[in-house]
Every structure is written in C-alpha cells, then in structure tokens.
C-alpha cells in the first residue's frame, strides 16, 4: 500500500494503522515527512501571501506615507515630533523620533513595523523583536535608501522564502519525531495495560499513523483561519484515543 492510501486510511481505521507496526522503518520515515509536508502547507501559503504583500506596503509607506527621517549615528531624525501610525492590510507602520513608544505598546499590535528613536522593531502576531540601529556600525540611512532597499528584497523574495519555508519544514519535522518518539512510549504503556505484545519499533511505527487525525484536522483548521481553544491538549488526547484504538486491534498476548 502506498503512503498516501496509509494517510487516508490513517484518518479513520485504527485497525489499518495497527498492521502498519510491520512495514520497514523507512517507509514510516518517509510517510512523517509527507505528513509534515501536509502539515505546513497552510503556513507556506500565509507567509508566501503575506511576504509579498508585505514587502509592497512597506515600500508604499517607507516613500510616500511616512514623513520624512533619517537615521544618523543610531538615532532617528525627522521633522515629526508625534508619532506617527500608518495602517495598512496586512502591517501596521509607527514611526516616533521622540521616544514616546515603548517596546510594550507595540505588543498591542499584530503584525506591524516600527522606526523608535533608536531601535527598528519588528512585530509577527504579537511578538515584538527589537534591533539598535547601532548594531549596524555606521549605519546611514533615509526614506529613499530604505524603499531601494526593500525593492532589492523584493526581487530576492523567492530565494528568502525558500529558504524560510524550508527551515520552517525542517523544524516541524524535528519537532514531529520528538512527538512520535514520546508518544511511542505512551503507546507501550497502553499495550501493557490491554495485554499487548509491542515493541518500541512497532509502537513508533503505530504512533507516526496515530497522529495524523489531528495533524489534519489542526491542518484545515490553520487553512480556515479558525482558532482552536486549548489546541495542545486537544491534540494530545486526540492522539491519545486513535493510539489507544489503534493498540486494541493488536491480538492478545497468548498465555500458557
């Protein structure tokens, strides 16, 4: 049976997914990174979305919506002694040169770009990171070098993405092998308890099919944008169930 019958059938058969304990290691192996592959594609198509939409706000705002600044010795320079907020689609732009916004506030923001007095900060859902203009020694620039800049990204957007894409893939296939690997062991537990004859091998294959119920489900939730209260856990006891299903169709230990 090929992987993507074993997905499918990984979706509802607790008993197809306890035959699957005696295929070959690597093709479990293989079928994790197809599921990891599903898993991230939503993911992939916001961040190819919102990139491209990004990079084109910010040279808008950066030229024509932002009064002008500079930014000289670490510091930035302009006119303006307010903030200044721009809100766009997808990014919110601030620009303040009299160090009224704290780090703090911007936390209020979901997806926004900001030029503070004396640092760049960046914040993705929520989260903010700061960078010192000062860290680039040196550093000169204003509206005009900024907005050349980020059409000199724009045109490397593809190559960054990939490159993002690709070390988002790779973390979330390392984090799956942890969640296999724990969950196997979770696995022997329940073949104790039921009287199952499992080894470790065979419980990690079983695992690496269990989970993909609720890889998918989270997968069409994060496509429909919908959130899910109490995500981790949901996920745990979902796992938790189809494993437990999964182990009850293992025959019996025989006794003597």
């Known amino acids: 049976m090929n992987i993507f019958k074993q997905l499918y059938r990984s979706l509802y058969s607790p008993k197809d997914i306890a035959s699957y304990r005696f295929q070959g290691i690597g093709k479990t192996i293989l079928y994790v990174f197809l599921l990891v592959l599903v898993s991230i594609l939503p993911a992939a198509y916001n961040l190819a979305i919102l990139s491209n939409k990004a990079i084109d706000e910010s040279i808008a705002a950066v030229e024509s919506e932002l009064p002008a600044f500079s ?8 006119d303006s002694q307010e903030p200044v907020t721009v809100r766009k689609e997808h990014l919110t732009f601030i620009m303040d040169s009299s160090g009224s916004v704290s780090l703090s506030e911007l936390s209020g923001q979901k997806d926004a770009v900001a030029f503070l007095e004396d640092e760049f900060a960046l914040v993705i859902a929520g989260q903010v990171q700061s960078y010192p203009y000062s860290m680039i020694d040196g ?3 204003d509206n005009e070098e900024i907005a050349n800049y980020l059409e000199t990204l724009d045109s490397l957007k593809g190559i960054i993405l990939s490159v993002f894409i690709l070390i988002l893939y790779l973390f979330s296939a390392g984090m799956t092998f942890i969640k296999v690997s724990i969950f196997a062991l979770i696995a022997l537990l329940f073949a104790n308890a039921l009287h199952r004859k499992l080894l470790y091998r065979q ?11 609720s890889t998918i489900f989270f997968t069409i939730m994060e496509m429909l944008n919908t959130f899910v209260p109490a995500s981790f856990f949901l ?7 189809v494993l437990y299903l999964t182990i009850k169709e293992i025959p019996k230990k025989k006794t003597a």
Do not use: P
């Not at 930014?71 to 302009?78: K, M, N, T």
């Not at 419980?203 to 119920?213: C, E, G, M, Q």
């Open 71 to 78: 930014i000289e010795d670490g510091v930035l320079v302009s």
């Open 203 to 213: 419980a990690w294959r079983i695992t690496a099919h269990s989970i993909t119920l």
């Open 235 to 241: 996920d745990w006891i979902v796992t938790s169930i």
């Open 139 to 141: 550093l000169e620039a």
